[in-house]
């Protein structure tokens, strides 16, 4: 198995990223996905997840109407377009398998880094 972020970044308040990742090494279409994060001296927190139907997706109440998650079961990839950010939104980014409703993913990759800062 294999998940590889991308798209991190320093952004601004405000600002906006898109968080890619490419998914290998196992049935994608068949697995609900999710986004986690882990803030500097914190826990991972679960953040967004989606069906493999591709239509139904959740999240956090934190990022809920700011973050949107999509994928394309076709290329195997996963999205998060990420608007109106924060500085609490400063983490470590990471894409996994499972946990589409909450939780810890069964699989995730090495993360990718978002600060928001001015």
């Known amino acids: 198995v294999q998940l590889v972020e991308s798209g991190g970044g320093l952004v601004q308040p405000g600002g906006s990223l898109r968080l890619s990742c490419a998914a290998s090494g196992f049935t994608f279409r068949a697995y609900g996905m999710s986004w986690v994060r882990q803030a500097p001296g914190k826990g991972l927190e679960w953040v967004s997840g989606i069906l493999p139907d591709g239509i139904h997706t959740y999240y956090a109440d934190s990022v809920n109407g700011r973050f949107t998650m999509s994928r394309d079961n076709a290329k195997n990839t996963l999205n998060l377009q990420m608007n109106s950010l924060k500085p609490e939104d400063t983490a470590v980014y990471f894409c996994?398998?499972?946990?589409?409703?909450?939780?810890?993913?069964?699989?995730r990759g090495q993360g990718t880094q978002v600060t928001v800062s001015s």
């Open positions: 996994g398998a499972g946990a589409a409703t909450g939780g810890s993913p069964i699989w």
